[in-house]
C-alpha cells in the first residue's frame, strides 16, 4: 500500500463524493425523505460503494472502484409523486435487473441494442432542469450563487476534474457565514441506518425502475468497462454486474439508490503513477473502500449540514456538477445524424416532466424515440 494509492484513492473518493452529494440529497427530498431517511440512504450507498470496491478488487485482482450512479440520482430528483417505500422497489427492481443482465449475457445484448444516442437524449432530458435551475438561483440570490459560478469556471481552467469538489467547498462558508444560514449541530452516528419496507407499484417500477436500470447500465457500467479496457485491464462484467447489482438491491431497504461502475473517477485509480505494477494496482480498490467507509460513518454529520444551506446553494452545486454530464449526454444524443430526430424527441418528452398513467417522464421519452427509431426504419425499408 504505497502512498501514491492512499492519495489517488483519497482523491477519487473525494471527488466522487463532493461533487454530486447534492443531487443525491435532491433525490431523497423528491421521494419524501425525512432527515433520517437521508441519511440512512447516504450512509447505506457509501458502506455498498465500499463494500463493492473492496470485494471486487480484491476476488478479482483488477483494481474495480465503484460509485453511486450520478444520473439515476438525477432521475429520482426529477421524480413527482412517489412515496419512498414506492422508490425503494423500484431501487430494488433496478438492482436485480442490473445482477440479471451479469447472469443473463442476451439481457445485456438487449440493453446494448438500446442506440446509444437515444440512451443519451434520455440521460440530457433528465438532467436539462438541474442546469436550468443554477440559472434560476443565480437570477433569485446572485450574491450568493455568482460567486459559486465563479470558482467553478476557474478552477475547470485549471483542472475540470476538481470543479464541482471546489464549488462545494466554497458553498460551506458562503451558505453559513455572517448573513447565511445556522449551522447545525454535528451529532455523529456512525450507523444511522433506518429500514424502509418496500412498495413495489407497477407505475413506479414502469416509470422509475426500468429507466433508473437503463441509464445506469448505459451511462455508468459500460464507460466503466471501457475505462477498465482502456487501462489495459480486461473487466470482470459478470462479476461486476452481479455483485454490484445485489449490494444495490440489498442497500436498498435502508432507502440508498444504486451503485455502480465508476467511470471519471476510475480514471484516478489507474495509471501508472498508482503503483508501477500493473498486477498491484488493484489494492487503490482497497484504499478507496476504504474512504467511502469513512464517508458513511460521517455521513450523517455531511447529511446534516448540507441539509440546512439555502436551497438555492444546493440547487446551485447541483447544477454545476451536472453541466459536464449534460454535455456529454447532449453530444452523444445529437451527434449521430441516423437517430438525430428520434433522439430529439427523446430528450422533449422527457425534459417536459410528463408523466401519464402514473409512469414517469423518463420511460415515455425512452418510448416515443425507440417508436420514432422504429417507424424511421420501417419507412426506409
Known amino acids: 500500500m504505497r502512498a501514491s494509492v492512499i492519495s489517488a484513492a483519497l482523491v477519487a473518493a473525494l471527488v466522487g463524493y463532493g461533487s454530486t452529494i447534492a443531487l443525491v440529497l435532491a433525490a431523497a427530498r423528491a421521494v419524501g425523505a425525512g432527515p433520517a431517511e437521508t441519511a440512512s440512504w447516504v450512509a447505506a450507498i457509501c458502506w455498498a460503494t465500499a463494500a463493492g470496491s473492496a470485494l471486487l478488487s480484491a476476488w478479482t485482482r483488477v ?8 444520473p439515476g440520482a438525477a432521475l429520482i430528483a426529477a421524480a413527482s409523486g412517489i412515496a419512498l417505500p414506492q ?9 436485480l435487473l442490473v445482477a440479471l443482465t451479469g447472469a443473463l449475457p442476451p439481457l445485456g445484448r438487449l440493453v446494448a441494442a438500446i442506440p446509444p444516442a437515444i440512451a443519451s437524449a434520455m440521460l440530457a432530458g433528465v438532467l436539462l432542469p438541474f442546469c436550468m435551475a443554477l440559472a434560476r438561483a443565480a437570477g433569485a440570490e446572485p450574491a450568493l450563487i455568482l460567486p459559486l459560478v465563479a470558482a467553478f469556471l476557474a478552477v475547470r481552467l485549471w483542472n475540470p476534474v476538481y470543479a464541482a469538489l471546489a464549488v462545494l467547498l466554497l458553498a460551506v462558508p458562503l451558505a453559513f457565514g455572517p ?4 449551522l447545525p449541530p454535528l451529532a455523529f452516528d456512525p450507523l444511522p441506518f433506518v429500514l424502509v419496507p418496500p412498495s413495489f407499484d407497477a407505475g413506479v417500477l414502469l416509470g422509475l ?14 464507460p466503466g468497462f471501457a475505462v477498465l479496457r482502456a487501462a489495459g485491464y480486461e473487466p470482470p462484467v459478470a462479476r461486476a454486474l452481479g455483485l454490484s447489482g445485489l449490494i444495490s438491491a440489498g442497500a436498498a431497504f435502508f432507502g440508498a439508490h444504486t451503485v455502480n461502475m465508476a467511470a471519471i473517477t476510475a480514471a484516478i485509480c489507474l495509471g501508472p503513477e498508482v503503483h508501477p505494477d500493473r498486477d498491484r494496482r488493484w489494492v487503490v480498490g482497497l484504499a478507496y473502500a476504504a474512504v467511502w467507509a469513512g464517508f458513511g460513518l460521517a455521513g450523517a454529520a455531511l447529511v446534516a449540514v448540507i441539509l440546512a444551506m439555502p436551497d438555492g446553494i444546493v440547487a446551485a452545486v447541483a447544477g454545476l456538477a451536472l453541466i459536464t454530464p449534460f454535455l456529454g449526454a447532449a453530444a452523444g444524443a445529437f451527434e449521430p445524424a441516423a437517430t438525430r430526430f428520434p433522439a430529439a424527441v427523446t430528450f422533449l418528452v422527457t425534459a417536459s416532466g410528463v408523466a401519464a398513467l402514473g409512469v414517469g417522464a423518463a420511460f415515455w421519452g425512452l418510448l416515443a424515440g425507440l417508436s420514432v427509431l422504429g417507424l424511421e426504419r420501417l419507412a426506409r425499408r
Open 63 to 70: 483494481p474495480v472502484v465503484l460509485a453511486w450512479s450520478t
Open 87 to 95: 422508490a425503494v422497489g423500484a431501487f430494488i427492481a433496478a438492482g
Open 179 to 182: 448573513a447565511g444560514a445556522e
Open 209 to 222: 425502475g426500468l429507466p433508473l436500470y437503463l441509464v445506469t447500465m448505459a451511462s455508468q457500467n459500460l
